[in-house]
């Protein structure tokens, strides 16, 4: 007689875990870049896989109006901020199941018009707010009832958090404190402050070292992240390889190979439900693999919009993006004048450096019906040029991961970017993969060699078979956050056993 099979076994369950991520942006609340909608984005994934999210960010200026569900919690702290003491009380949102956002109100520090700076000025207390703002999440961390597991900071501006934790558990009787990952999104962006901003810490004077929180002598938020975390991730492998080397260690390459076993690179994902073609409020036809017709209408709407002759023949560019030197649109400039006596226009929208947005408005002036360029900030613009453009320009110096050239894809908008960071993670050049090729890469960052891109993308404009079939892998290249979200699950699983939470 047969013996009778048993069950086959079924792996038990895995818990759920509780998660507290700290972020001075997040999407839709407030914006710069990348960032917010990156928070957004996991603190959403994260609850939708089942585990218990906390996200604690600032409530910055009309956001109570804006969102009505925001309501008051009755949560009060008084926190030390060199010899003073800072009011402040929290304000809740539930966005989800299992997804809870923590507004910091402090009127005095975060009800302002800009978010780090206004008119291009930083302001001066910042060290002041976002020290304020990691205090506050320190103080969410350890009181919460439902007790989080992991903290999860972002750049700079929480930096100081893993350092508060530890002296917390080490001087101030915090018995089980959470477990500490640090993401950076940019290491350009350092936090640093004058050595005298070292007392709004309230840490003890010996933390003020090349073991604490000092760098070159000044005090360095991310710095001091790097060293006190638990673990560290960046928003993409390559950029993951890439911060380790003097040339975009940014003064930090030593500390992070030293940290090298606990770095490792995770791509970002994309939030489909929001960059997408078929359902989406801000473009004016939708379209589909399937049916790619409602994208030439995105492009037509977008040229009229931008001032600019309507005519589906003319391959147009576009650009959207923080004018910042990582950007590489310094060198796009060069590379504009040696191509825009060709057929072909160009539109931008972004802000920040005023040098390059004058030269950009004057690129206007001087090739009008070519070039159109929007300076400031315009989240329905943003997704109209994804969709309305034929290609979309990224010559960045640097990309921790960039999100635009993977919105891109998305739109069938054929992103044209430099190999670096994230852009070479999620793009596919002819001569990478012939059977696979999504996207136009150059190499060295100069505006000819981006101009032999650009020539290149109009003679794949020129074969509409093949940009055809680019448009197409373009828009079916999956970047979704079940796959970003699984790793970061096993970065937090293996936190928590290691520390036995
Ligand atoms: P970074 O975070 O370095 O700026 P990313 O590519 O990761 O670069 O993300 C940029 C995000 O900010 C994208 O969502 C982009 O659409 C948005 N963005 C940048 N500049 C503007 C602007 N001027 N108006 C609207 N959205 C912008
Ligand atoms: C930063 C980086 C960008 C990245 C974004 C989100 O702003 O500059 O490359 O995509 O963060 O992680």
Redesign the pocket.
């Known amino acids: 007689m047969r013996k009778p099979t048993r069950p086959s076994k079924v792996p038990p369950a895995l818990p759920p875990l509780r998660i507290l991520i700290a972020s001075s942006e997040v999407h839709p609340y407030s914006k710069t870049?990348?960032?917010a909608?990156?928070v957004a984005a996991l603190g959403k994934s994260m609850a939708r896989r089942g585990h218990r999210v906390g996200v604690v960010t600032p409530l910055y200026k009309g956001l109570r109006e804006k969102f009505p569900g925001i309501t008051h919690m009755d949560y009060f702290m008084r926190l030390p901020l060199g010899s003073d003491w800072v009011e402040a009380d929290v304000h809740t949102l539930e966005v989800q199941p299992n997804l809870t956002i923590y507004f910091i109100h402090q009127p005095g520090y975060f009800d302002r018009r800009g978010i780090y700076s206004e008119n291009n000025i930083d302001y001066p207390d910042n060290a002041q707010r976002f020290f304020l703002l990691s205090k506050a999440a320190v103080h969410l961390a350890r009181y919460l009832l439902w007790q989080p597991q992991v903290v999860h900071i972002h750049d700079w501006q929480t930096g100081l958090i893993p350092a508060f934790m530890n002296h917390q558990a080490r001087h101030e009787g915090w018995m089980r404190p959470p477990a500490s990952l640090l993401?950076i999104?940019?290491l350009a962006y350092q936090g640093l402050f004058a050595a005298d901003a070292f007392k709004l810490t309230n840490l003890p004077l010996q933390d003020f070292s090349p073991d604490g929180v000092e760098f070159n002598g000044l005090l360095g938020c991310l710095k001091s992240a790097i060293l006190s975390s638990d673990a560290i991730t960046t928003?993409s492998p390559r950029y993951a390889r890439e911060i380790t080397t003097p040339e975009f260690g940014c003064g930090l390459d030593p500390l992070l190979r030293h940290r090298s076993k606990v770095l490792r690179g995770i791509l970002?994902g994309v939030d489909y439900e929001e960059w997408q073609t078929e359902k989406n409020p801000f473009i004016p036809e939708p379209y589909a693999v399937s049916d790619l017709e409602g994208k030439a209408v995105c492009k037509a709407e977008l040229q009229a919009r931008m001032g600019l002759p309507v005519d589906p023949s003319i391959p147009l560019f576009g650009s959207v993006t923080r004018l910042a030197d990582?950007k590489g649109m310094d060198i796009l400039l060069g590379a504009l004048e040696e191509m825009l006596p060709s057929k072909m226009q160009f539109v931008l929208l972004g802000s920040g450096s005023p040098e390059l947005e004058r030269h950009y408005l004057s690129l206007s002036q001087r090739w009008p019906g070519k070039v159109s360029a929007q300076i400031g900030y315009d989240h329905g613009l943003s997704h109209q040029i994804e969709a309305g453009a034929d290609f979309f320009l990224m010559p960045?110096r640097f990309?921790?991961?960039?999100?635009n050239q993977m919105y891109s894809l998305r739109y069938g908008t054929i992103p044209i970017v430099r190999v670096t960071?994230?852009l070479d993670d999620s793009v596919v050049d002819l001569s990478e993969d012939r059977q696979a090729a999504d996207g136009i890469k150059f190499q060295e960052l100069s505006p000819h060699v981006l101009a032999r891109a650009i020539r290149k993308a109009l003679a794949l404009f020129a074969s509409p078979d093949l940009l055809n079939l680019y448009r197409i892998r373009a828009m079916k290249a999956d970047f979704s956050w079940d796959r970003t979200s699984q790793e970061y699950e096993s970065v937090y699983r293996q936190l928590i056993e290691a520390r036995g939470l």
Request: net charge negative; proline share 5%; charged share 10%.
């Open positions: 870049g990348g960032l909608d990156m993401t999104h940019n928003v970002n990582q960045s990309e921790p991961c960039g999100l960071g994230g």
